[in-house]
């Protein structure tokens, strides 16, 4: 070997380990047993979404939708859409998502193999959109108008059901003041849209905005049955989006004030118990399944401890198990978190399950009491 | 001589002319209103109040139909009339048969002017009436306002521009309004022993509407009524004042303890009739509170004033509703008021037949449209839900728990054992 042959390659060596270096510093120092790991790429700012099973996801790319699994099979084109948002069904074997231009909205529902099965032009703003059940799609929408004075934002549920028309249902209607309307798009994202893990109500947030007091938000809890609403605790605009707990009777959000708050649902006119105190505000919540670990302001904690922190994270979800990172143009996995994959609710049986589903329907419809449903929960669970 | 008789003449002619033709309003008006101007030019106000005494004179606002020429215009000069007037209850009827219409898709601003001064926002009074809000314009001006502007408006019974008093002192002023089926005063006056006694003989031998209830002239209509027009009698004290003045004018003719037993059979007659009432609204109380109504509140048109709640007091509707409601609403508007009333103005024909029967009939109707409503809800065979049921027993005992018909140790007694049946 030459001698410029074996500078050549000193000099290669070299920026090997130069660039393993830079990377063990970009990385977070992760706890032990815990291993994140790049997945795919990805566009910055772009919605991806998990596949039920854990072993693929739907992520964009320049050129559109892509199918990309994870166990070392080829990767494919869904779409050519670019979605705003995206959401697998129960069984995985549909994909939904939405397109926004031009302040209105498109669903378009696909399966594995990128053949459409519905196409839905939305009237309206859709952020965001869950699957109730493997036929169902639940979206909200909002319109906005505007008026010399200011403007008026109307907030509409719209509900997909396969082979049956679109349901638009008006549920909030609120006039805007000049000086909100300012924030322009962002208004867009307020309404996060949360489903119970019993998969029977919804959680979401109505802005409101009185001539002479600041604009804020309310979250709002909406039994999807009955139609029964409770208008929950206000929170300043654009705080983050509130989360239900892991057995759906409380919900976690982020008081605009530097506090993590959960409030118990029943009884209602209970005081939020402060659960944790954080440094910063509390821009992103995620729970796992049984909500013993967090996603917290680019922190994973247990319980109260912090456990490691990545401040590049720019969207995080829980699915498969894992919680799922995007940070700039990849998507990580982090695995290790086997022991609490499990919701409460999956020990319930199908025939507990359709007792307490009607027992919650009758408890927010008030014709029984949060003390009843406590008594007959625990009947049912003997 | 020749001259003092020439500027008599001369003074004669200009303060006559000053008098009547030199009205700028009567020129033109002989030709475009022309009986106003001949009912005015033989009326007693002639010389002493002109056109723009009472319409002013700004002919701009008038043509635009912004004047009103209401109570408080005659009231200027008759003050004692305007306040027995509004201390009465046709001083109230506005208050009591009209509503906003800013809400209505059919607006139509020349109508508030009735409940608004010129140029205030302020409504003179916030009770609404469904029934007028649910009409169309039209049948709000001639079917609503023809008879409830008497609050507001002297010429209801007098006439725009005549004065002469036997217009008013005759019956036939009061037929317009109070006739009908839902408050059939006229008929039966007419059609009682007084009535036809006014017939044959006159009026020194018999009362009409005005000897009761406006004596000596009175504008208080509602001096010795004991109850308001839902029937239900006023408080004691309220009543029995009441009472003791009609006493009075009854006895101008009958010995007091006479018409004092007759007043109290009427009385009789009235409580009776509401029990009948009670139980035939309890009937559908209980209906809704099971969810039978059909269609139930909620799947029809919202009532403008409560929505989609059963409307069964004084604000309920006569369209877009259930049949049995429907039947309730001939048996309180139309036919407790015929018994009642009838009962009162001393008519047996009106108190039995035309009233009592046809109350006790339409109670069989209810109980009859009840039961069949009740049959409805039987579920089908093929797939029972016992779930359904139970959950239909709860909100009827909510809803009843909800009305107050339930203490909260009942409503949670019979709650907890509905729930019982509730298998784990």
């Not at chain 1, 025939?351 to 919650?360: E, F, I, P, T």
């Amino acid at each position: 070997m030459s001698i410029p042959t074996l500078f050549l390659r000193s000099l290669f060596a070299l920026g090997l380990i130069l660039l393993c270096c830079c990377s063990l510093v970009t990385l977070p120092q992760l706890p032990p047993g815990e291993m994140l790991t790049p997945v795919t790429t990805t566009l910055p700012q772009t919605p991806f979404a998990v596949h039920p099973d854990g072993t693929a996801l739907a992520s964009v790319r320049e050129d559109g939708l892509w199918w990309v699994p994870l166990d070392g099979r080829a990767a494919y084109r869904l779409s050519e859409r670019h979605p705003t948002a995206l959401s697998w069904n129960p069984s995985g074997e549909r994909l939904a998502l939405v397109t926004v231009a031009n302040n209105s909205s498109s669903l378009q529902v696909i399966t594995l193999t990128g053949e459409v099965v519905a196409t839905e032009e939305l009237s309206g703003f859709a952020s965001d959109l869950i699957w109730r059940n493997v036929h169902e799609i639940l979206l909200l929408t909002q319109k906005l108008t505007r008026y010399s004075f200011g403007g008026n934002l109307e907030m509409s549920l719209q509900v997909w059901h396969e082979n049956q028309p679109l349901q638009r249902e008006s549920i909030h209607s609120v006039t805007l003041k000049k000086s909100t309307l300012a924030l322009g798009e962002r208004l867009f994202t307020v309404p996060s849209l949360q489903l119970s893990p019993w998969g029977d109500e919804i959680l979401f947030e109505r802005i409101h905005d009185p001539p002479q007091f600041p604009v804020y938000q309310r979250m709002v809890v909406r039994h999807l049955d009955s139609g029964e609403e409770r208008a929950l605790e206000a929170t300043p605009l654009l705080s983050p989006p509130a989360r239900y707990s892991a057995d759906g009777e409380a919900i976690l959000y982020a008081d605009g004030d530097g506090k993590l708050l959960s409030l118990s649902l029943w009884p209602q006119g209970k005081m939020p118990e402060l659960l944790f105190e954080p440094e910063v505000l509390a821009r992103q919540l995620t729970l796992n399944a049984d909500g013993s670990r967090g996603w917290r302001d680019g922190a994973l904690w247990q319980g109260k401890t912090r456990l490691w922190s990545w401040s590049e994270v720019e969207a995080v979800k829980y699915a498969a198990g894992s919680f799922w990172f995007r940070a700039g143009k990849k998507i990580f996995r982090l695995e290790g978190d086997r022991e609490a994959t499990l919701s409460p609710l999956a020990a319930l049986d199908e025939g507990q399950r359709n007792k307490l589903l009607l027992l919650r329907r009758w408890r927010s419809n008030g014709l029984i009491t949060p003390a009843d449903y406590n008594i007959r929960f625990e009947e049912i669970l003997r | 001589m020749i001259r003092l008789i020439v500027l008599s003449l001369l003074v004669v002619c200009f303060f006559g002319t000053t008098a009547w033709g030199a009205d700028p309003c009567i020129d033109c008006h002989r030709e475009k209103t022309p009986a106003a101007v001949r009912q005015w030019e033989v009326s007693a106000h002639v010389g002493k109040v002109d056109c723009a005494g009472c319409h002013g004179s700004d002919h701009e606002a008038l043509l635009a139909g912004l004047v009103k020429v209401g109570a408080a215009t005659c009231g200027r000069c008759h003050e004692k009339a305007l306040h027995d007037h509004r201390a009465s209850r046709h001083g109230m009827s506005l208050h009591a048969g009209w509503g906003c219409t800013r809400n209505q898709p059919d607006r139509d601003v020349s109508g508030c002017r009735f409940c608004h001064e010129e140029g205030s926002t302020l409504p003179k009074s916030k009770v609404q009436c469904a029934r007028f809000l649910t009409q169309s314009p039209e049948m709000r001006e001639l079917g609503c306002n023809r008879c409830h502007q008497v609050e507001d408006n002297c010429g209801s019974c007098h006439s725009n521009h005549m004065t002469d008093l036997a217009i008013v002192r005759s019956p036939q002023s009061c037929a317009p309004c109070h006739m009908g089926p839902d408050h059939a005063q006229w008929e039966m006056w007419q059609t009682s022993q007084h009535g036809g006694l006014y017939a044959s003989m006159g009026g020194e031998y018999a009362p009409d509407c005005q000897r009761c209830h406006m004596p000596q002239g009175s504008h208080n209509v509602s001096k010795g009524l004991t109850s308001p027009p839902s029937m239900i009698p006023y408080p004691v004290e309220k009543r029995t004042q009441a009472r003791e003045e009609m006493l009075v004018l009854c006895a101008e003719c009958h010995a007091k303890e006479f018409a004092r037993r007759e007043l109290a059979q009427g009385d009789g007659i009235r409580d009776q009739s509401l029990e009948l009432i009670h139980e035939a609204k309890e009937i559908i109380i209980d209906l809704k509170d099971r969810g039978l109504i059909d269609p139930a509140p909620e799947e029809r048109p919202p009532h403008p004033l409560a929505g989609n709640q059963l409307v069964l007091d004084g604000q309920m509707l006569y369209e877009d509703y259930s049949h049995i409601e429907r039947l309730f609403f001939k048996m309180k508007k139309y036919d407790l008021a015929k018994t009642v009333k009838g009962a009162y103005h001393q008519n047996p024909a009106y108190t039995h037949w035309i009233g009592n029967a046809e109350l006790k009939m339409d109670l069989v109707d209810i109980k009859s449209e009840a039961q069949r409503l009740q049959k409805t809800q039987v579920l089908p065979v093929a797939a029972p839900d016992p779930t359904a049921n139970l959950e239909r027993e709860l909100q009827t005992i909510k809803n009843r728990f909800d009305r107050g018909a339930l203490s909260r140790e009942e409503y949670d007694r019979q709650r907890n054992a509905l729930l019982e049946t509730l298998q784990p």
